[in-house]
């Protein structure tokens, strides 16, 4: 008789590769074994096994980890939870060069650690419980040194790389598909209240240090450049770079933020 856990296994690919990857872990490094075996392979399911890891990091004295653990596992249950968990740890692993597996990112990545405590925070303040949600906030934010307010939303396959210095704002939107390097902000202008902050649309990659100000657009498959500080709608497809940003070009690739090319060529001097 197959074991039930097998047979979770069996349909969940990436659970089924993040435990073997767990199992070659333990065996590599026996004194890390305790810790794999309590936060991944005493697990039956991805979900679980993310909200025991998060829960004991964002845990403390004023909440404990079983509270939260709570809360966690409330919100994987919602539709769409899983499948956005599993696409943003694929982001990971298939985008960042120095990501050698799942577990790698699953462990160790704080990246992936706020975004899917982001995930619990957004699900909090869509319940109406907006203290909890700013709590969380709040505890991420120490934690992982990223702010990103719980009404924010934010589609699935994202990566944080890096991911110290992001700021993300109470009325941005991040479509699905997009890479977000450290230090990138998207905010607003000023004091105005609504709707202020950036839209950022499917597939767009957005360099380190990057400021996308105001209630603007970021066209799909778009790409700004590292330290670039965008106060424009920035079209499908094109490249952004400067201060204050500048397009430069409007072919940028397929797929920027899966390619994840950083580098800008210099625009030829036409002054002569």
């Known amino acids: ?13 990436i659970w089924t590769a993040l435990r073997q990857q767990a199992e070659a ?8 074994a305790g810790f794999v075996h309590a936060t ?9 096994a993310l909200s025991y890891h998060l829960a004991r990091k964002l845990g403390g004295e004023d909440l404990s980890p079983l509270a939260i653990r709570e809360m966690f596992d409330h919100a ?5 939870f899983g499948q956005a968990l599993r696409a943003d740890l694929s982001a990971v692993f298939e985008r960042d060069p120095a990501c050698h597996s799942y577990v790698d990112a699953f462990l160790f990545y704080k990246g992936f650690h706020a975004l899917e405590s982001y995930r619990v925070a957004h699900w909090l303040w869509g319940q109406g419980r907006k ?22 939303r934010i589609g699935r396959g994202i990566m944080f790389d890096h991911a110290t210095g992001i700021v993300i704002g109470e009325t ?3 479509e699905d598909d997009v890479s977000i390097m450290q230090d990138v902000t998207l905010g607003g202008t000023g004091k105005e209240s609504g709707d202020r902050h950036p839209k950022i ?6 360099s380190l240090g990057a400021k996308i100000l105001g209630n603007i657009e970021v066209g799909e498959y778009s790409r700004i450049g590292a330290g670039s500080v965008v106060l424009k709608a920035v079209p499908a497809h094109c490249t952004a770079v400067g201060v204050p940003a500048k397009l430069i070009n409007c072919d940028c690739g397929e797929n920027p933020s899966q390619q994840m090319n950083h580098f800008i060529e210099e625009l030829p001097d036409n002054t002569g």
């Open 76 to 80: 994987a249950s919602e539709d769409g």
């Open 25 to 32: 872990m333990a065996g590599r490094e026996p004194t890390l």
């Open 172 to 174: 941005a939107v991040v």
């Open 1 to 13: 008789m197959q074991n039930p856990r097998e047979k979770v296994s069996s349909v969940d690919p």
């Open 40 to 48: 991944i392979l005493q697990h039956d399911r991805l979900e679980p």
């Open 201 to 206: 649309r499917r597939g767009v990659l957005l």
């Open 131 to 152: 203290a909890m949600a700013l709590f969380l906030q709040s505890r991420i934010s120490q934690l992982f040194a990223v702010d990103v307010h719980p009404a924010a």
